[in-house]
């Protein structure tokens, strides 16, 4: 059964960092094209950053480009979010999701209904 199961999230003061995780299973390794959204407590789900299957490509919102960065372990395929210079606008539930293939040239990456596999989410708190 397909499966992304993100962890790594949790309370942090401003300017602290995190790393999160998102493990797949289940899917085929060939479409693992991963995107990082992250939804706040009465606001829209949006797009964090975004890795494609080779790990070649990554794509970023401005809001945290500089901040953040999206990586993934060749042999696992997990991916991560490595989270620096938190702030408390990142408080948020983070979920991982998988892109649905086939993977065009010409895409979206922060298109919610483009993916099809949704991890539970996990939940990041950036307070003093």
Do not use: H
């Not at 939804?39 to 794509?59: L, M, W």
């Amino acid at each position: 059964q397909p499966q992304l199961m993100e962890s790594g999230g949790g309370s942090v003061q401003p300017g602290g960092s995190l790393r999160l995780s998102c493990a797949a299973s289940g899917l085929d390794p060939n479409y693992l094209f991963i995107g990082w959204f992250r939804q706040a407590p009465g606001k829209e789900r949006e797009g964090v950053a975004s890795i494609t299957t080779s790990g070649r490509n990554a794509y970023y919102a401005d809001s945290i480009k500089d901040r953040f960065t999206i990586s993934r372990d060749g042999a696992s395929g997990t991916v991560f979010l490595q989270m620096n210079s938190l702030k408390p606008e990142d408080t948020a539930t983070y979920y991982c999701a998988r892109r649905r293939p086939p993977y065009t040239r010409s895409f979206v990456w922060t298109t919610l209904a483009d993916y099809d596999y949704w991890g539970q989410g996990t939940k990041v708190t950036v307070s003093s």
